[in-house]
């Protein structure tokens, strides 16, 4: 008897970081000259995001995350801190984007501490979410 086998196209798909990500974030600024971002490493400010950006005149915080777990792995001090930000009127986002396929996804934190998608984004956010879209792998 002659086995059976099934022909499938398995592509492996490609995972990404936060170095990864903010690399194309880097690249995005390089290319769009009304964009300023910086990079923050900080160990002594709890829950404060990966970059400052600055868009368009439009301020806003991303914390980059490349993870599938639940609540794309945001930590109990970036709740707090985003938390605390929006409610003073400020601006932040979290940029989840683990595998480069599936194409970045913008969220952020609601009361009562919850990781949900951006119901409408502002216009430079948007416009820097299908930029990143579009990268090749």
Same mark, same amino acid.
């Given at each position: ?12 798909? @490609?995972?990404?970081? +936060? ?6 974030? !880097? ?6 000259? %009304? #964009?300023?971002?910086?990079?923050? =490493?900080?160990?002594?400010? !709890? ?8 868009? @368009? ?5 991303? %914390?980059?995350? #490349? ?8 930590? @109990? ?10 409610? #003073? ?5 979290? *940029?989840?984007?683990?595998?480069? =396929?599936?194409?970045?996804?913008? *969220? =952020?934190?609601? +009361? ?8 409408? *984004?502002?216009?430079?956010?948007? +416009? *820097? #979410?299908?930029?990143? +879209?579009?990268?090749?792998?």
């Amino acid at each position: 008897m002659m086995g059976v086998r099934l022909l499938t196209s398995h592509r492996q798909r @490609k995972r990404l970081s +936060e170095k990864k990500i903010w690399n194309y974030l !880097n690249l995005f600024q390089k290319q769009h000259d %009304e #964009a300023h971002f910086t990079r923050i =490493e900080s160990s002594t400010i !709890n829950g404060i995001p990966d970059v400052h950006c600055v868009f @368009k005149g439009y301020i806003f915080w991303l %914390e980059l995350k #490349a993870n599938l777990g639940k609540n794309c792995g945001v930590s @109990k001090f970036q709740i707090v801190w985003h938390l605390k930000y929006k409610r #003073a009127g400020g601006n932040c986002f979290i *940029l989840n984007w683990p595998i480069l =396929e599936l194409g970045p996804k913008i *969220l =952020e934190v609601r +009361e009562p501490g919850l990781v949900v998608p951006v119901p409408v *984004l502002p216009v430079p956010v948007l +416009e *820097l #979410a299908l930029w990143l +879209e579009d990268r090749p792998g």
